[in-house]
């Protein structure tokens, strides 16, 4: 992904390589229509039909490569995604049937991010050979939104500060007609309050800023997506210890999802007026920082009490969710890099979902399964909407006895979504600690693509 290359392609009869996909199960069977060199070739290399094994076999003047999968009958986003990572560059297509899902892992398991690296002798690209013609744009669509997510989160915070990502979605603005709004500074300040308060200590390159990309005919319904956009987190005044400021360049991982899902809306041209909103800010220490204690207005006239600095993101988002609401939509999707909680529950691979609506939460589950995109729902629960009590304003930021954080910090959100609105929040980690095939370690959309298939069958 680190070139424009298209990495899938028509296939019009071209020379390439043949992919033979098999399993364990399959695999003595499929030995058996092979030479005896081909086999002790394979066993040369260990291959058994494993997930993700790769195999390269002698065939005439060519050769063509084996691959380990779950099941070759059922093909999932990652099945050629190990291929991908190591097979020479050149052209290639499944010696059996068309690579559907399979296509995806194939793009993303070729992403690299070299931003900062000197520059090296390229491998090339490995360019997959489909006749599905009408799966390729969207296939290749949808790997982009990914490696899009990937760069943005990936870019450490001096590069990736609130002003970039006013460039980022002023680009995907132009790219597809829509119109890009910008509040900062005294503007900001009076109008998303909250958005102001948690960035106003940011140097002023880091200045805070809303970001609202508009697009799409006004008399369509409104579909508003939010992110977070929290683009380096130092916890402000209750600050952060070393090691969990370590990865907090990735605290605009809500963002990310959020352009990049926007960008995906606009480019399939679906029939909404699309609103997405970024409050862009750095949670920084300085003289002017709001402190432990203090009384933030909001958007929406509610006052709040702030018990932690370092839970800054859902003031941001309040402001923003606030915002969108008042344009009634018919969807609002957030996405936040928003507790540590989410991940003491769901771990780094699934992003926690809270939703409004039991159907709205089961068709973005059922979206992500279908698209190896799992996410898992928590819920809102109204008993514990008393944790967020405050003595002195209308609720508290940050409640203390530690108990159901991502769902508690949901519920704050919660109380900034317009009344009646079908609203989803994905609290999601945005970055994966290990890699697997076709998923390098680093950022990451957790998500994304759930969204993006819900979205697609409620509008398309």
Same mark, same amino acid.
């Given at each position: 992904?680190?070139?424009?290359?298209? =990495?899938?392609?028509?296939?019009?009869?071209? /020379?390439?390589?043949? =992919?033979?996909?098999?399993?364990?199960?399959?695999? /003595?069977?499929?030995?058996?229509?092979? *030479? +005896?060199?081909?086999?002790?070739?394979?066993?040369?290399?260990?291959?058994?039909?494993?997930?993700?094994?790769?195999?390269?076999?002698?065939?005439?003047?060519?050769?063509?490569?084996?691959?380990?999968? $779950?099941?070759?009958?059922?093909?999932?986003? !990652?099945?050629? %995604?190990?291929?991908?990572?190591?097979?020479?560059?050149?052209?290639?297509?499944?010696?059996?049937?068309?690579?559907?899902?399979?296509?995806?892992?194939?793009?993303?398991?070729?992403?690299?991010?070299?931003?900062?690296?000197?520059?090296?002798?390229?491998?090339?690209?490995?360019?997959?050979?489909?006749?599905?013609?009408? +799966?390729?744009?969207?296939?290749?669509?949808?790997?982009?939104?990914? +490696?899009?997510?990937?760069?943005?989160?990936?870019?450490?915070?001096?590069?990736?500060?609130?002003?970039?990502?006013?460039?980022? /979605?002023?680009?995907?603005?132009?790219?597809?007609?829509?119109?890009?709004?910008?509040?900062?500074?005294?503007?900001?300040?009076?109008?998303?309050?909250?958005?102001?308060?948690?960035?106003?200590? &940011?140097?002023?390159?880091?200045?805070?800023?809303?970001?609202?990309?508009?697009?799409?005919?006004?008399? &369509?319904?409104? =579909?508003? @997506?939010?992110?977070?956009?929290?683009?380096?987190?130092?916890?402000?005044?209750?600050?952060?210890?070393?090691?969990?400021?370590?990865?907090?360049?990735?605290?605009? /991982?809500?963002?990310?999802?959020?352009?990049?899902?926007?960008?995906?809306?606009?480019?399939?041209?679906?029939?909404?007026?699309?609103?997405?909103?970024?409050?862009?800010?750095?949670?920084?220490?300085?003289?002017?920082?709001?402190?432990?204690?203090?009384?933030? %207005?909001?958007?929406?006239?509610?006052?709040?009490?702030?018990?932690?600095?370092?839970?800054?993101?859902?003031? @941001?988002?309040?402001?923003?969710?606030?915002?969108?609401?008042?344009?009634?939509?018919?969807?609002? @999707?957030?996405?936040?890099?928003?507790?540590?909680? &989410?991940?003491?529950?769901?771990?780094?691979?699934?992003?926690?979902?809270? +939703?409004?609506?039991?159907?709205?939460?089961?068709?973005?589950?059922?979206?992500?399964?279908?698209?190896?995109?799992?996410?898992?729902?928590?819920?809102?629960?109204?008993?514990?909407?008393?944790?967020?009590?405050?003595?002195? $304003?209308?609720?508290?930021? *940050?409640?203390?006895?530690?108990?159901?954080?991502?769902?508690?910090?949901?519920?704050?959100?919660?109380?900034?979504?317009?009344?009646?609105?079908? !609203?989803?929040?994905?609290?999601?980690?945005? !970055?994966?600690?290990? $890699?697997?095939?076709?998923?390098?370690?680093?950022?990451? &959309?957790?998500?994304?693509?759930?969204? !993006?298939?819900?979205?697609?069958?409620?509008?398309?």
């Amino acid at each position: 992904m680190s070139d424009n290359t298209d =990495l899938i392609q028509p296939d019009r009869g071209q /020379a390439a390589v043949s =992919l033979h996909l098999v399993n364990k199960d399959g695999f /003595a069977a499929f030995a058996r229509g092979l *030479s +005896a060199a081909q086999r002790a070739t394979l066993a040369a290399q260990k291959f058994e039909g494993g997930s993700f094994q790769t195999g390269i076999v002698p065939d005439g003047d060519g050769w063509f490569a084996v691959g380990g999968v $779950a099941d070759p009958a059922k093909l999932s986003s !990652w099945c050629l %995604a190990r291929l991908a990572e190591v097979l020479p560059a050149g052209s290639y297509r499944l010696a059996q049937g068309s690579p559907g899902p399979a296509m995806h892992g194939w793009q993303t398991g070729q992403y690299s991010f070299d931003r900062y690296k000197a520059a090296e002798q390229s491998v090339g690209p490995r360019i997959l050979r489909t006749k599905d013609a009408k +799966a390729i744009a969207p296939a290749l669509a949808e790997a982009r939104a990914v +490696a899009l997510v990937r760069d943005l989160v990936n870019t450490p915070a001096e590069d990736m500060g609130p002003a970039a990502l006013e460039s980022e /979605a002023e680009r995907i603005a132009k790219a597809h007609g829509a119109k890009l709004t910008v509040s900062q500074g005294d503007a900001l300040e009076k109008d998303y309050p909250m958005v102001h308060a948690v960035g106003r200590a &940011a140097a002023r390159s880091h200045a805070p800023r809303l970001i609202h990309v508009t697009w799409g005919a006004e008399d &369509a319904p409104v =579909l508003a @997506i939010v992110g977070k956009g929290v683009c380096f987190d130092s916890g402000g005044l209750n600050i952060k210890p070393t090691t969990g400021m370590l990865l907090m360049k990735k605290d605009m /991982a809500g963002a990310a999802h959020a352009l990049a899902l926007a960008g995906l809306v606009m480019g399939a041209g679906l029939k909404v007026r699309l609103h997405c909103l970024v409050p862009a800010v750095e949670n920084a220490i300085a003289g002017n920082s709001f402190r432990p204690g203090d009384v933030l %207005a909001s958007r929406k006239g509610l006052s709040v009490e702030i018990g932690n600095t370092d839970a800054e993101g859902r003031l @941001i988002l309040a402001d923003a969710l606030t915002r969108a609401s008042e344009e009634k939509p018919r969807l609002l @999707i957030d996405f936040a890099t928003l507790t540590g909680a &989410a991940r003491v529950a769901l771990g780094p691979d699934l992003p926690a979902l809270m +939703a409004r609506r039991d159907e709205t939460a089961q068709a973005l589950l059922d979206a992500g399964l279908e698209v190896d995109d799992a996410v898992w729902r928590l819920p809102l629960p109204e008993a514990y909407r008393e944790y967020l009590n405050s003595d002195i $304003a209308d609720l508290n930021n *940050s409640h203390t006895n530690g108990f159901a954080g991502a769902s508690v910090a949901g519920l704050f959100l919660d109380r900034f979504v317009g009344e009646g609105v079908d !609203w989803a929040h994905f609290d999601t980690f945005g !970055w994966r600690p290990a $890699a697997k095939p076709g998923r390098p370690r680093g950022g990451e &959309a957790l998500g994304l693509r759930a969204a !993006w298939h819900m979205i697609q069958r409620r509008f398309g």
